[in-house]
């Protein structure tokens, strides 16, 4: 008996690990198992490089490093799926609160503010989060970000299931961006 749940939980654990990573829309629309379908479709193919027909991933992403306050993550989001999808929230074990933020240019001045529906990954494209551009902004960061940090995320795709994806620790002074309060 237990031999058996063991067996069942590692079957939950390598079917859940397989779809971290990916989102795939096709799979969204069926009546069927979509981490049983995710699973199957992704088991050939790494995390960060979608398989053939796979829908949403997220290559070289990384958070600016930190001491406290706010910081910002980074990567480009890939599409090959056949219809857009659009990224509408963000969660991450490092902060309570997390916005999807573009910066804009405000009366001559460039500002940062909330990203007004998401941000949206056209049919077999790509949307990139820089410094100076779209991100996902961190504030009340609950501990250091240094360099080499591995911090999970979780993305939430309209309609969709969520992108999951893990960021590296980056020393980045490019720019001069700044993520702390009174920031000008």
């Avoid at 992403?61 to 406290?68: A, D, E, Q, Y």
């Avoid at 503010?113 to 056209?122: D, L, M, S």
């Avoid at 309209?158 to 000008?184: C, I, N, R, S, W």
């Amino acid at each position: 008996m237990f031999v058996r749940h063991a067996l069942v939980l590692t079957t939950a654990a390598v079917a859940l690990t397989a779809c971290a990573g990916t989102y795939d829309p096709a799979a969204n629309a069926g009546a069927q198992s979509t981490a049983t379908a995710t699973a199957s479709a992704q088991a050939a193919a790494p995390a960060t490089a979608p398989a053939a027909g796979a829908g949403l991933s997220i290559t070289d992403p990384w958070v600016k490093t930190t001491k406290k306050g706010m910081t910002a993550a980074f990567g480009t989001l890939v599409n090959n799926g056949t219809a857009p999808v659009t990224i509408v929230s963000g969660a991450s074990p490092l902060s309570p609160m997390i916005e999807l933020h573009e910066v804009v240019d405000s009366g001559g001045k460039m500002v940062m503010r909330p990203k007004e529906g998401g941000f949206v990954v056209p049919a077999g494209g790509t949307h990139e989060l820089k410094p100076g551009g779209d991100h996902i902004m961190l504030m009340g960061v609950t501990e250091q970000v240094r360099p080499g940090a591995k911090i999970p995320f979780t993305l939430q795709v309209q309609g969709g299931q969520p992108l999951e994806f893990t960021a590296v620790g980056k020393d980045f002074a490019g720019g001069e961006e700044d993520y702390q309060p009174g920031h000008k």
